[in-house]
T-cell receptor, first 111, second 111 residues
Framework: QKEVEQNSGPLSVPEGAIASLNCTYSDRVSQSFFWYRQYSGKSPELIMS????GDKEDGRFTAQLNKASQYVSLLIRDSQPSDSATYLCAVKEGGGNKLTFGTGTQLKVEL | DAGITQSPRYKITETGRQVTLMCHQT?????MFWYRQDLGHGLRLIYYSAAADITDKGEVPDGYVVSRSKTENFPLTLESATRSQTSVYFCASSRDDYGYTFGSGTRLTVV
């Protein structure tokens, strides 16, 4: 059973701080990694994808991947109250197009 | 409008009834998916389809049936609804090796 693990939180950070969200996965052949944001009562929204080791930046978001450690993270700089949501980590195995999702980390950005 | 749409948004049904959830996408994406989301379990894959007339089981397929006669439609049928199938159901579509785009979801209650 392929597993994707996330701390459920809630993770509370003050406005303007850096939020760090972490995810580990069990399947070593995983090739593609995604972060989704889900507001309460809404559907998941893709915010970042990363395919190779290292960092990938997009605006205030940075995804980090370390395949040797089977670890992927999402950094949110200058956190805003509008970033308060649940963040889902998703992992795609090498040979197919199915995503396995973690249960999500709830982020609360406090004024 | 372009995108992925699910219907109905909300549905209440009785135990033992058959119910069909609809999903329609306008991008001609080859892949389509059905997930259910439950507290404590996150998103779990029910069925997926790689192309018209090609479907396969996911993690939790029991009690569900799918079909895909046209690329743009991927209905999910609960043959005989049970209370354990009370959940939020999300349909998603994707191209190869891209993240998914989700529909707005169907909240199903089985009484």
């Amino acid at each position: 059973q392929k597993e994707v693990e996330q701390n459920s939180g809630p993770l509370s950070v003050p406005e303007g701080a850096i939020a760090s969200l972490n995810c580990t996965y069990s399947d070593r052949v995983s090739q593609s990694f995604f972060w989704y944001r889900q507001y309460s009562g809404k559907s998941p929204e893709l915010i970042m994808s990363i395919y190779s080791n290292g960092d990938k930046e997009d605006g205030r978001f940075t995804a980090q991947l370390n395949k040797a450690s089977q670890y992927v993270s999402l950094l949110i700089r200058d956190s805003q109250p509008s970033d308060s949501a649940t963040y889902l980590c998703a992992v795609k195995e090498g040979g197919g197009n199915k995503l396995t999702f973690g249960t999500g980390t709830q982020l609360k950005v406090e004024l | 409008d372009a995108g992925i749409t699910q219907s109905p948004r909300y549905k209440i049904t009785e135990t033992g009834r058959q119910v069909t959830l609809m999903c329609h996408q306008t991008w001609s994406h080859s892949y389509m998916f059905w997930y259910r989301q439950d507290l404590g379990h996150g998103l779990r894959l029910i069925y997926y389809s790689a192309a018209a007339d090609i479907t396969d089981k996911g993690e939790v397929p029991d009690g569900y049936v799918v079909s895909r006669s046209k690329t743009e439609n991927f209905p999910l049928t609960l043959e005989s609804a049970t209370r354990s199938q009370t959940s939020v159901y999300f349909c998603a579509s994707s191209r190869d090796d891209y993240g998914y785009t989700f529909g707005s979801g169907t909240r199903l209650t089985v009484v």
